[in-house]
């Protein structure tokens, strides 16, 4: 939940922003940016920069969350995805887990390093989620997609209550 609205807040603040320099977004009834002197290539690659630019600070974003809270980075990189890069479902899945594996490897490794672990809970609850992530991974291609974006969202507002409550 808090994803989506942080996505929806950088999403309409990106379309305010191109509205004050005079370019709007819409053309039949798509979501495809256009100049207002006729430059439509230049619209459009300016809005490719500043949507590149927007997903740069929600993967910084993304990266500090999974930092302080051990995980978590990965909830923001797919509507990132989805929205600014214009990936579709099942593909910002796969490439947000892709992006997330290295960036929970160098967090649990500072972790490691300042000595916060537990050697005998990392081997029982890894082993749980690993084998969870090969069954997650290959039914991926079998789920609907609007099943999986459904399934997405309950367990982020689930997270969001559970975090919310302590």
Same mark, same amino acid.
């Given at each position: 939940?808090?994803?989506? @609205?942080?996505? %929806?807040?950088? =999403?309409?603040?990106?379309?305010?922003f191109l #509205?004050d320099?005079?370019?709007e &977004?819409? $053309? &039949?009834? &798509?979501?495809?940016?256009? *100049?207002e002197?006729? $430059?439509? $290539? !230049?619209?459009? #690659? &300016?809005i490719r920069?500043l949507k =590149? *630019?927007?997903?740069g600070v929600?993967?910084?974003?993304?990266?500090?969350? !999974?930092?302080?809270?051990?995980?978590?980075?990965?909830?923001l990189?797919?509507?990132?995805? =989805?929205?600014l890069?214009?990936?579709e479902e099942?593909? @910002?899945?796969?490439t *947000?887990i892709?992006?997330?594996?290295?960036?929970?490897?160098? @967090?649990?490794?500072?972790?490691?390093?300042?000595g916060? %672990?537990?050697?005998?809970?990392?081997? $029982?609850?890894? @082993?749980?989620?690993i084998?969870?992530? /090969?069954?997650? *991974?290959v039914?991926? #291609?079998?789920?609907?997609?609007?099943?999986?974006?459904?399934?997405?969202y309950? /367990?982020?507002?689930?997270a969001g209550? =559970?975090?919310?409550r302590?």
């Amino acid at each position: 939940m808090v994803c989506s @609205s942080v996505s %929806r807040i950088l =999403r309409d603040r990106a379309v305010r922003f191109l #509205r004050d320099f005079g370019i709007e &977004n819409r $053309e &039949n009834g &798509n979501s495809i940016f256009v *100049a207002e002197h006729g $430059e439509k $290539e !230049n619209g459009k #690659r &300016n809005i490719r920069k500043l949507k =590149r *630019a927007v997903a740069g600070v929600a993967a910084l974003i993304a990266g500090l969350a !999974n930092g302080f809270f051990g995980g978590g980075g990965g909830t923001l990189v797919v509507p990132t995805l =989805r929205k600014l890069m214009d990936c579709e479902e099942k593909k @910002s899945h796969a490439t *947000a887990i892709a992006v997330m594996l290295p960036v929970s490897m160098i @967090s649990g490794a500072a972790y490691l390093l300042r000595g916060v %672990r537990d050697l005998w809970a990392t081997l $029982e609850v890894g @082993s749980g989620v690993i084998v969870g992530g /090969v069954i997650g *991974a290959v039914m991926l #291609r079998k789920v609907p997609k609007g099943f999986l974006t459904g399934l997405f969202y309950l /367990v982020m507002i689930y997270a969001g209550i =559970r975090f919310v409550r302590g």
